[in-house]
């Protein structure tokens, strides 16, 4: 459901008073609560079992919750809602341990669609294949997708779905990607000219196919506890009516859905976004691209350019693409400032941060200090900054919007990281730690299909980054994945509920989710003993959170509301 849906009044809700009771209530308002009572949406009260008993005779429901955990429910601060859909619903290549496998299941994939079909696919990541095999690491080259394929029009993004590879009739039906910048004749394209097939490859989505694979990421977003979601769009990611759309459907009031922000990247007037039904201007507004890909921004080449195999990018001292100078950051910046519709850029190399904090100086010395801060901006990924840009975030209140899952796919010694960038430079990468004690505010998500969408997985891999100094309390990674999100959004903007803030409390939405915990419940998971204390500490009266240890399998959700409503729900043991 959008904002504006869930912040006005339902005429064909069913107005209830709930009590769940017998479980645990991950709230700082009341120390050791087991229940809550939500009454037309709202948490209105948290309390112990004892107290629960004097509530049973003025609800209409009584839910006994077994020993579950309640908390706020997730916010996922980056998805790509189609995209997504089309993942879940269509061909992924994530998983396949080479390239031969990786043409096997295009094949029988492909076959299985008529022939005038587009096939679309994402996922196939290079750097985990057997780089023993035979076939090594590189891609499969367009003359191998067209005999896989047979000919028909295909389009397949590489995992960060900053390049992709692509088959010659596809290239047909956007002959514009043959001399745009990142076209490579016997390889993946990027930039440009990825833009060019990416698009052509899109337009053969139906309205229909679109909505399914836009309910599919919402129905499985609220089967993971999570109760909001930003979509992050825009004309080099999907299309206009992409993005309304999936705004449209989230607004019908005949399937409950999370609530959708939607933020539209485009360099253009700000007042567009608004027009659009999104919240905010940015999202994936592109300064660099992706390091995977060799195309995220870098203050030096990447180290494995010249043998990736990675098309345009396949050049020694490589260093990446800048979309965007540091003037035209500075005035979309003061443009939207002025316009009053938050700003953000998809960023990720040291130097596309550089060219950030030009540009957010930039706007500083034009319009001022509070101005600026008021603003909330933010950076999407930002994943290698350094001190100086640490320092840069809070003095202009940037908010991060990061995504764990990204070192926990790809760091660690042997991972893509150190493979594009070498060992030295790779340990740099996502800085949690030393960004929570510097005061950014951090927002967590996934940006799916990129990372599959899994909101503890990314608690997770925060609390167990590959780089210890970088790792943060499993409280502090959930406080960046519930109350983060909400933090990220312009309350100002329209359909923004501002009482929203990712916390269970009388008197807040009844915005939460339910887990079953039995298979594995503990004190907040954290890999060194300071964070656990912080984390842990019973004097608090705040339940822990899930076992968390790496390799034991995330809770179930059994319930998610927004604001009272269930959008999932497999909750057993109800009487009235």
């Known amino acids: 459901m959008t904002a504006e849906q869930t912040v006005r009044d339902d005429p064909g809700s069913v107005r209830t008073t709930t009590l769940l009771r017998n479980g645990a209530i991950y709230t700082s308002a009341e120390p050791f609560a087991t229940a809550m009572v939500v009454e037309n949406g709202t948490v209105a009260w948290v309390g112990s079992e004892g107290e629960a008993d004097a509530h049973t005779d003025s609800v209409t429901e009584t839910i006994d919750l077994r020993g579950a955990l309640v908390t706020p429910a997730f916010v996922d601060a980056h998805v790509h809602a189609t995209s997504t859909g089309l993942a879940l619903t269509g061909l992924d290549l994530s998983g396949c341990a080479s390239r031969v496998e990786a043409l096997d299941r295009i094949g029988a994939y492909a076959a299985s669609l008529p022939q005038d079909a587009v096939v679309l696919g994402t996922g196939w990541d290079e750097t985990t294949w057997d780089r023993a095999a035979s076939d090594g690491r590189r891609p499969p080259t367009r003359p191998e997708l067209d005999r896989a394929v047979g000919g028909r029009r295909t389009y397949l993004s590489r995992v960060d779905v900053h390049s992709a590879i692509v088959s010659s009739t596809l290239l047909d039906a956007a002959p514009e990607a043959r001399s745009a910048a990142g076209y490579a004749e016997d390889g993946p394209v990027s930039r440009d000219a990825h833009h060019a097939v990416r698009s052509a490859a899109l337009a053969s989505v139906t309205p229909a196919q679109r909505a399914t694979a836009q309910r599919a990421t919402l129905r499985r977003a609220a089967e993971l506890g999570i109760g909001a979601v930003h979509e992050c769009g825009g004309p080099q990611i999907s299309s206009e009516d992409d993005f309304t759309g999936l705004l449209a459907l989230a607004a019908d009031p005949a399937v409950p859905t999370p609530y959708v922000f939607g933020y539209w990247g485009e360099l253009t007037d700000p007042v567009k976004a608004v027009e659009l039904g999104g919240v905010g201007a940015g999202g994936d507004l592109f300064i660099d691209g992706a390091i995977g890909s060799h195309t995220a921004c870098m203050r030096e080449a990447y180290a494995d350019a010249a043998e990736s195999g990675l098309g345009a990018a396949s050049t020694a001292g490589y260093a990446g693409a800048a ?36 540009g957010l100086d930039l706007a500083h010395d034009v319009l001022g200090e509070k101005r600026l801060r008021a603003a909330r901006v933010r950076a999407e990924h930002a994943e290698l900054p350094d001190h100086e840009h640490i320092k840069k975030f809070v003095h202009h209140g940037v908010i991060i919007s990061a995504q764990p899952g990204f070192d926990a796919a790809w760091g660690g010694v ?92 009388p008197g807040a939405p009844a915005t939460y989710a339910v887990w079953d915990v039995s298979e594995g419940y503990a004190a907040a998971q954290a890999p060194d003993v300071s964070s656990t204390a912080v984390s842990a500490d019973e004097r608090a009266g705040v339940p822990g959170l899930p076992d968390l240890t790496p390799g034991v399998a995330p809770p179930r959700c059994l319930r998610t509301a927004v604001r009272g409503r269930p959008v999932h729900d497999l909750l057993p043991g109800r009487w009235a």
């Open 323 to 358: 979309y965007l100078t540091t003037e035209q950051i500075g005035g979309f910046l003061i443009a939207c400032i002025e316009a009053q519709v938050q700003p953000g850029f998809h960023v990720i190399g040291d130097y596309g941060l550089d060219l950030l904090v030009a």
């Open 414 to 505: 042997d991972g893509m990281y150190a493979q594009r960038l070498g060992p030295g430079r790779s340990l740099g990468m996502n800085p949690f730690a030393a960004m929570v004690a510097a005061g950014v505010v951090l927002a967590f998500g996934s940006d799916s299909p990129v990372i599959p969408l899994g909101p503890w997985e990314a608690v997770r891999a925060a609390a167990f980054h590959h780089v210890p100094a970088s790792r943060v309390s499993a409280r502090a990674a959930f406080a960046a994945h519930t109350r983060g999100g909400w933090r990220a959004l312009n309350t100002k903007a329209p359909g923004v509920p501002g009482d929203e803030t990712g916390a269970l409390m």
